[in-house]
C-alpha cells in the first residue's frame, strides 16, 4: 500500500529558502508572504534579516530559521554559540548550523562534538529546533559515520546532509 500526504501537510515540512546576499526589504517581505501563503514550514534565512522576518511573521504559524555560520562553518565555537543566541532572541524559531569542516579534516571529534552540544544546548534551553548541517560534498565515508555517531549521542532534532549551495 502506498501512502499519501497532501500537499498542505508536505507544505509543513519546507524549509522556505532565502540566503542570496544582494536581497532588499522588499525581497524578504515577499518571501514571508509566500511562505505565509503557501504553508511552509519556516523561512530558512541568514541571520540581518531575521528581526524584520520575525515582524513580518508574527501571528503566523510561520518560523523563522536562522543560518549560522552559513555557508562554510568556518567561524570559532565562541562565535557560534553568540551568533546561536544573538538569533534566538532576535525571533529565532529553529537554528540550522554547518559544522567546522576543517576540524572535521583533522580529526579533531572533541571539538565537533563540543560544537554540536553547544548549540544543540543553547536551542533546547530556548525550545528552538536544532539542525546540523554537514556539508557530506566535502566529507569521506569514515568522517559521516563519526559526525553521525556524535549526533546519536548529542540529539539535534535533525542532521541535513548540505546548505545546497
Sequence with gaps: MTAFISSSAAAGMIDHTLLKPNITDADWEQHCRQAIEYGFKTVAINNA??????????GTPVLVDAAVSFPLG???LETKLMETRDAIEKGAGE???????????NGNWEYVEEEMRGIVGICREH????????E?????DPEK??????????????VKTSTGS
Design 49 to 58: 534579516g531575521i528581526v524584520k522576518c520575525h515582524v513580518y511573521l508574527q
Design 74 to 76: 568556518q567561524c570559532t
Design 136 to 140: 557530506t560534498c566535502y566529507l569521506t
Design 95 to 105: 537554528v540550522d548550523y554547518v559544522i567546522n569542516l576543517v576540524e572535521v579534516k
Design 145 to 158: 559515520c563519526q559526525i553521525c555517531e556524535i549526533a546519536v549521542q548529542v540529539k539535534p532534532d535533525f
Design 127 to 134: 525550545g528552538v529546533t536544532s539542525k546540523v548541517i554537514l
